[in-house]
Structure formats: structure tokens, C-alpha cells
């Protein structure tokens, strides 16, 4: 079984929602002390942090993308979910969800990540 | 202008030591953990260092990591053929709230 697995469209309209999920094997627990997070890489370039969230409500967006992102959890699914309005070409990238053990401040770093999943924002 | 700077490439023979150098500034290393990431061609990001200097189980002593002020150095001693990957370190950032990798070093094994 994949720890976590990325799903959702590969193709997304410029303008539109990118919407992804990220399916967690074994679910959720309020005592695992993970934050559960996005994080994409341009093609040929560098990682960039997309956000968190904490399983007892703590969120946390990278300034940069706050005004159209939006993580949440659905604990009944076992399953996080990324949403980016207004995309744009600038989005096309590959998006992994993640788990980080503890937190970026104090934890043991994202000790898992999902394959990955290629969006392209393209008419 | 990246927050957390890296150099582009460096490049050693199988044996040899490197050092990637991680520079920051007081809002994020100087005051915040450092992790190292290691990327495999074509695979997702795995975790070599968190907590400045502390190796996952599983991550060769061949790797480590320390931190002095707001640089941070990922040092790969006895290089590997396996060890040819991009290497991100990443750290907290109390000015911008919010997780930032460095701008990534590509290892290469001549």
C-alpha cells in the first residue's frame, strides 16, 4: 500500500481551480504530531513550500500563494486536498503531498512523500 | 532573490568528500532548524538531516550536517556513484511565515 498517493486532473484551464487529493494510508491520527503538506517543483526547477496543515486545525499557506490556496482535511476519507484558484501557466508543475513529522520548526523533517502528480495549466 | 542559497553544482570523484553550503540569514537558519532533502532522478524528495545535524534511520553516516550562525553544510563523505542527486536544504522562515528550500545543488560523481 502507497503511504500517500497525489490523484486529480493533469490538465487544468488557465483561470480555472486546481483541485488535488492525497489519499492517506492508515488515515488520520490526533496523536501522530504530523502535518500534512504540498509541495510543488516547477519543471527543471527547485521545491517550493505550497502549505500545511495540522490534523486539530492549524494551517499554514506560503505567502506567496495565501490569496489561492486552500488545504484541508477530510478525516472521513483519509484523504488532504489542495486547492489553487486562478491558475496559470506559472502553476504547471509537479505537486507532492507530504507528510512532515512534527512540524517544519521542531520534527523530523517530511520523512514521506507521494509519487507525485504533473499538472499542466494550459487552454 | 532566493532566501536560502545554494551552489548550482559540485562534483567529486567516488571517494572523495564534498561540501554543499546552505547560506541564509537571521530570520530563517540563524534561529530555525536546518533539513537536508536528497533527490534521486526522477523521484520524490527524501529526508538525509533534520534538526541541523540529526540522521533518519536508514541514512548513512556518510552524511552529515551541522550549522554555525546562518549557514548550514551538507558534507557526503566516501561519495557514492548512488550519491549523484540534488540536494535541498530547507529551513523556517519567521519574517515570511513559512517553510523555504534552498535553491538546490546538484551532486555529480565523475
Known amino acids: 500500500q502507497v503511504p500517500l498517493q497525489e490523484s486529480g486532473p493533469g490538465l487544468v484551464k488557465p483561470s480555472q481551480t486546481l483541485s488535488l487529493t492525497c489519499t492517506v494510508s492508515?488515515?488520520?491520527?490526533?496523536?501522530?504530531?504530523?502535518?500534512w503538506s504540498w509541495v510543488r517543483q516547477l519543471p527543471g526547477k527547485g521545491l517550493e513550500w505550497i502549505g500545511y496543515?495540522?490534523?486539530?486545525?492549524?494551517?499554514r499557506y506560503n505567502p506567496s500563494l495565501q490569496s489561492r490556496v486552500t488545504i484541508a482535511i477530510d478525516a472521513s476519507k483519509s484523504q488532504f486536498s489542495l486547492r489553487l484558484s486562478s491558475a496559470t501557466a506559472a502553476d504547471t508543475a509537479v505537486y507532492y503531498c507530504?507528510?512532515?513529522?512534527?512540524?517544519?520548526?521542531?520534527?523530523?523533517?517530511?520523512?514521506?512523500w507521494g509519487q507525485g502528480t504533473t499538472v499542466t495549466v494550459s487552454s | 532573490q532566493p532566501v536560502l542559497t545554494q551552489p548550482p553544482s559540485t562534483s567529486g570523484t567516488p571517494g572523495q568528500s564534498v561540501t554543499i553550503s546552505c547560506s541564509g540569514s537571521s530570520s530563517n537558519i540563524a534561529n530555525n532548524n536546518v533539513y537536508w532533502y536528497q533527490q534521486l532522478p526522477g523521484t520524490a524528495p527524501k529526508v538525509l538531516i533534520y534538526?541541523?545535524?540529526q540522521r533518519p534511520s536508514g541514512v548513512p553516516d556518510r552524511f552529515s550536517g551541522s550549522k554555525s550562525g546562518t549557514s548550514a553544510s551538507l558534507a557526503i563523505r566516501g561519495l557514492r556513484s548512488e550519491d549523484e542527486a540534488d540536494y535541498y536544504c530547507a529551513s523556517w522562515d519567521d519574517s515570511l511565515s513559512g517553510l523555504v528550500f534552498g535553491t538546490g545543488t546538484k551532486v555529480s560523481v565523475l
Open positions: 492508515g488515515g488520520f491520527s490526533r496523536r501522530g504530531g504530523y502535518y
Open positions: 534538526r541541523n545535524n
Open positions: 496543515i495540522y490534523y486539530g486545525g492549524n494551517i
Open positions: 507530504v507528510r512532515d513529522s512534527g512540524g517544519p520548526l521542531l520534527g523530523k523533517g517530511m520523512d514521506v
